[in-house]
């Protein structure tokens, strides 16, 4: 919509009529983006919400998206055992080098 007024707007000669309809197209496209940018956010966090509901309720959040830490343990001469702290959340190897350096991710719900 914003962009055929441009094309149109451009090709004719300036009037303020013309002025009146480019303003009034360009205010009704950034009134239709500014009006889905709200419904997408509200539905986004009606979404999310719902989820944490059902976490709550069935206690399961099994394959639920969780954020990442990327934990560095240095100098190590074998893989650390992280079960000790398996209560934090999941522990994965993410790479290890020659120099005993062993890159972790932990995916927890705790900050």
């Known amino acids: 919509m914003m962009s055929a007024t441009i094309v149109i707007s451009s090709q004719l000669q300036a009037t303020p009529l013309l002025t009146r309809l480019l303003l009034l197209g360009l205010a ?4 239709v983006m500014v009006a ?3 419904v997408g956010v509200r539905t986004a966090i009606r979404c999310h919400r719902e ?9 399961d959040d099994h394959e639920t998206w969780k ?6 343990f240095k100098h190590q001469h074998a893989a650390p055992d992280t079960t000790c702290w398996d209560d ?8 290890h080098n020659q120099r005993g350096d062993y890159y972790f991710e932990l995916k927890t719900t705790l900050s």
């Open 28 to 31: 009704l496209g950034a009134g």
């Open 36 to 38: 889905g940018i709200i």
């Open 51 to 59: 989820v944490c509901r059902l976490i709550r309720i069935t206690g």
């Open 67 to 72: 954020p990442t830490f990327h934990v560095l």
């Open 88 to 95: 934090l959340g999941s522990w994965q190897l993410a790479l």
